[in-house]
């Protein structure tokens, strides 16, 4: 559809609405927007810069009805309105385009955060483990018991580690927190300081390599 057809709807939209509607607000705003073209099932129009404030009276739900049925019987078809800054065909393609790299961002960010949660749910299963490990262990008030848990944690806390880190071997912020609590949770166990369990951790791993 051309540029002059959809603007030529667009101004008779704009005057079915005047008629249907009582808001000066909104028939001032209709009249500084400009149709700019039909795609993907969208009317997109458009607002110049000084104007683009204006945009909320047609987005909003009291007058939505009015402007979408104005447009479908002068379309001939119903549409979503998009409502973007700029007057041009170019506007229109650049504001597809920030959305493009708005949507990437927003897709990016999610699955970063479900990974941060699956690893989440990983180190919270490994400390259930050595949780569990240690309620079941006999006579563990003694202290050769607590020893050999001891021993076993810390291969259990390296075996975490060799799967819930980064592949580099470089951990990041979640990693490193997620490890410290499970470091601090074994050694309440066995009463001792964190910094000593780290101490037998960072040696066995030591030792393995």
């Known amino acids: 559809m051309s540029d002059r057809n959809v603007h030529t709807i667009w101004a008779e939209v704009v005057e079915k609405v005047k008629e249907r509607t009582i808001s000066p607000a909104l028939w001032r705003a209709l009249e500084k927007a400009q149709g700019i073209i039909i795609e993907d099932g ?52 650049n504001a597809k385009k920030r959305e493009a790299a708005a949507e990437a961002v927003r897709e990016a960010a999610s699955r970063k955060r479900s990974v941060e949660l699956a690893a989440a749910k990983t180190w919270e299963g490994v400390m259930e483990q050595v949780s569990r490990k240690y309620a079941n262990m006999p006579m563990r008030q003694l202290p050769q018991a607590r020893a050999r848990y001891l021993a076993e944690a810390v291969q259990i806390m390296s075996e975490a580690m060799d799967v819930l880190y980064p592949s580099n071997g470089q951990a990041d912020d979640l990693a490193e927190r997620s490890l410290a609590r499970l470091i601090e949770k074994v050694a309440t166990l066995v ?17 393995l390599q």
């Open 42 to 93: 969208f009317l997109v129009v458009g607002f110049a810069p000084i104007d683009y404030s204006l945009r909320g009276h047609l987005a909003s739900s009291e007058h939505q009805n009015a402007i979408i049925a104005a447009v479908a019987e002068v379309a001939g078809q119903p549409l979503r309105l998009r409502l973007i800054e700029g007057l041009t065909i170019a506007d229109w393609e």
């Open 191 to 207: 009463d001792l300081p964190g910094a000593i369990v780290a101490d037998r951790l960072l040696r066995y791993r030591g030792e």
